[in-house]
């Protein structure tokens, strides 16, 4: 990370095939598919650089996964999407509008959905009931049958009655990914959804990730196990000390001799 107080050096990487060029305000609404485009977004924390001028773009019905090192900005960025950190500097696009300076409730009931890498379920509460607190914040009414298909959107059909402190590790994610998409969103942002599981797990998750993207829902997927990440991607990103470094497919990533030095561990 950079001290903002010195000058930027230039990385010299060479932007992949999908990096948008277009001036963000020009690449988002109604007559393009770019659905959520950053411009020129830094996030200084004190004297270090978090996330350093980065131009980010996302298509509608796309699935993207970032990948990077330990320390790269890539929770750092989803969180400024989300609104949970202030832009220091640049916008944010989405769905046509500049969402920059909107609360993260406001960018909640525009579309936007975030599952954090640790489950944040309400272990004292029922599967269904975690799934109905999670649709009260925005709306009012009878909701069992939104829970009744949200749960069987995710993998949990039989488990609405079960507490949450019962289930495992890999359904409380999925549960926390069906409170998530209980509230509609355009674009959902998940952050490590496989850290921790097992071999079982990982392949449930995958699945449940590439049906959400069948039906047309927007994910950018953090993850580390690459993989992973081989499983689902559409395209990829990399940061690398909060920049983006490249873009492209996966098999490109993997083929590319400096992706593999910062982040696959190759010498």
């Known amino acids: 990370m950079t001290p903002d107080s010195e000058p930027k050096e230039q990385s010299g990487a060479v932007a992949g095939p999908n990096v948008r060029q277009t001036p963000a305000g020009d690449a988002t609404g109604v007559d393009t598919e770019t659905l959520l485009q950053t411009q020129g977004l ?31 900005g890539k929770s750092t960025l989803l969180k ?15 769905d046509g509008a ?17 599952k954090f890498q640790s489950p944040a379920v309400f272990d004292s509460l029922t599967a269904a009931e975690n799934i109905r607190m999670a649709i009260q914040r925005t709306e009012d009414g009878d909701f069992s049958e939104s829970i009744r298909s949200t749960l069987e959107r995710v993998g949990l059909p039989e488990k609405g009655d079960v507490q949450a402190s019962s289930l495992s590790h890999g359904q409380q994610q999925r549960l926390e990914i069906g409170m998530t998409i209980a509230l509609s969103p355009s674009l959902l942002l998940l952050d490590e959804p496989v850290a921790g599981l097992s071999m079982e797990e990982r392949e449930a998750i995958a699945d449940l990730v ?24 559409d395209q ?32």
């Open 236 to 267: 990829v990103t990399v940061l690398n000390q909060g920049e983006i470094f490249q873009e492209g497919s996966i098999e490109e990533i993997r083929s590319d001799e400096a992706v593999r030095r910062i982040y696959l561990g190759d010498a």
């Open 210 to 233: 590439r049906t959400l993207n069948d039906d047309g829902l927007t994910l950018i997927v953090i993850e580390h196990d690459i993989d992973f990440v081989d499983r689902i991607a």
């Open 42 to 72: 830094t996030k200084r924390f004190g004297g270090l650089t978090a996330i350093d001028s980065v131009d980010f773009a996302i298509e509608e019905g796309e699935l993207r996964c970032l990948i990077g090192p330990n320390g790269a």
């Open 98 to 114: 500049d969402v920059t300076d909107l609360s993260p409730h406001e960018r909640v009931r525009r579309g936007i959905g975030i």
């Open 80 to 94: 400024l999407i989300t609104g949970r950190h202030e832009a220091t500097e640049g916008k944010i696009y989405y």
